[in-house]
């Protein structure tokens, strides 16, 4: 049984990459809450929870314990998603960006992971590193960390040419892919729906 926030997908191409500039740009707030923070936040949480991401969203696992798993969609209302990503990871610290190219963006940030909004609605998500409370995995499953000999052989593995951030990836078909960065030939980034990226 799935818990379902949000809304159909109204096509990806509306959330477009930024296309001036070099790097990754995403605010990285200071002073990140400290590992017994978090604990003290969300004591009853359990680690290494499912966390499928996807190209319209997330899909959080259901707890072992028992209950249901939770579809964050985008287009769900921020508040909705915050307090069931806060279930899993405790309190975010918050940042926005007026000049990203797809316009003001909005970050919870829980660690290494980031949920982005705009207009206070889900819109994308990213991964720069592993979390001791989620296991990731994405398209063909993929992961933080893999290989990246072991990323090239995944069914729907694509190559982005020529970008500016570094060795750039997709995985998946058309609107519903997933893109991500390769270093020191490791997956070190995956990110879905809109994003900050200054090419």
């Known amino acids: 049984m799935k818990a ?9 191409a509306a959330f477009a990459l930024a296309a001036c500039g070099d790097g990754v740009e995403e605010p990285q ?3 990140p809450p400290t590992a017994e923070e978090i604990a003290a936040q969300t ?14 969203g997330l899909l959080i696992a259901a707890p072992e314990a028992g209950g249901s798993a939770v579809e ?21 610290q918050f940042a926005t960006n007026e000049e990203c190219g797809a316009g003001p963006i909005t970050f919870a940030t829980f660690g290494d992971f980031a ?16 979390s001791e409370r989620a296991d990731f995995t994405g398209p063909d499953g993929v992961t933080i960390g893999m290989a990246g000999t072991d990323l090239r052989k995944l069914a729907t593995y694509d ?20 893109s991500g960065l390769v270093e020191d030939n490791q997956v070190a980034t995956l990110w879905g729906g809109v994003s900050c990226n200054f090419r």
């Open 4 to 12: 379902r926030f949000g809304f159909a997908l109204v096509g990806l």
């Open 29 to 31: 707030p200071s002073e």
């Open 43 to 56: 004591p009853n949480a359990p680690e290494n929870r499912p966390v499928t991401l996807r190209a319209d």
């Open 72 to 92: 964050l969609s985008f287009g769900a209302p921020q508040d909705a998603v915050v307090e069931q990503l806060t279930m899993v990871f405790g309190g975010p």
């Open 115 to 130: 949920a982005l909004f705009q207009d206070e609605s889900f819109a994308g998500w990213s991964v720069t590193g592993p």
């Open 159 to 178: 190559a982005f040419e020529d970008s500016t951030l570094g060795e750039e990836f997709m995985l998946g078909d058309g609107e519903m892919a997933v």
